[in-house]
């Protein structure tokens, strides 16, 4: 995977079923992209890759991959492949767990266990850190079970690695 398709389809496991109903054909899935472009997209297991192709000068386009590449019509182009990977990923993947440590797993089944919480990801910079104070504030525990579950939810990112 590049550094542009790696971010959005890391943890997200792909449902055969729902690639089918979207229109994959095995494994692949093509649409016409702006006006000048089509865009592949192929799925193997969980690894997913595109391929950009210029119509008008029947080659494939690879600016829109490239960091460093800048530009408006750059910007254009990696934007609409990167909204309809999004699409895909919404539509035909599912999110795995971002934890491994069975501490961090075992933490997490005691708070789902005792406060009927899930874990939330608010933050598109941190998508590791959880966060369960807004449901806990809608829960009507006691504010001290709060102010503990929070305290706990800290430590739980600062002493164990995810």
Same mark, same amino acid.
Request: hydrophobic share 45%.
């Given at each position: 995977?590049?550094?542009?398709?790696?971010?959005?389809?890391?943890?997200?496991?792909?449902?055969?079923?729902?690639?089918?109903?979207?229109?994959?054909?095995?494994?692949?899935?093509?649409?016409?992209?702006?006006?000048?472009?089509?865009?592949?997209?192929?799925?193997?297991?969980d690894e997913v890759s595109c391929q950009v192709f210029d119509e008008? %000068?029947? !080659? /494939?386009?690879? &600016?829109?991959?490239?960091?460093?590449? +800048?530009?408006?019509?750059? $910007?254009?182009? #990696?934007?609409?492949?990167?909204?309809?990977?999004?699409?895909?990923?919404?539509?035909?993947?599912?999110?795995?767990?971002?934890?491994?440590?069975?501490?961090?797993?075992?933490?997490?089944?005691?708070?789902?266990?005792?406060? %009927?919480? !899930? /874990?939330?990801? &608010?933050?598109?910079?941190?998508?590791? +850190?959880?966060?369960?104070? $807004?449901?806990? #504030?809608?829960?009507?525990?006691?504010?001290?079970?709060?102010?503990?579950?929070?305290?706990?939810?800290?430590?739980?990112?600062?002493?164990?690695?995810?």
């Amino acid at each position: 995977m590049n550094n542009l398709i790696e971010p959005l389809f890391k943890n997200w496991h792909a449902n055969a079923t729902a690639l089918t109903k979207y229109g994959f054909v095995n494994g692949q899935w093509t649409t016409p992209l702006l006006d000048d472009f089509t865009l592949t997209v192929s799925v193997l297991g969980d690894e997913v890759s595109c391929q950009v192709f210029d119509e008008a %000068a029947q !080659a /494939p386009y690879t &600016l829109f991959v490239q960091p460093t590449a +800048t530009g408006r019509y750059v $910007a254009k182009v #990696r934007d609409a492949v990167i909204t309809q990977l999004t699409a895909i990923r919404d539509a035909c993947f599912t999110q795995g767990s971002i934890y491994h440590q069975p501490q961090t797993l075992d933490i997490i089944a005691q708070v789902a266990k005792t406060y %009927a919480l !899930a /874990p939330e990801f &608010l933050w598109q910079k941190f998508p590791r +850190t959880p966060y369960f104070a $807004a449901q806990i #504030r809608r829960s009507g525990l006691p504010r001290s079970s709060r102010y503990n579950l929070i305290v706990s939810a800290a430590l739980v990112k600062s002493r164990l690695r995810f």
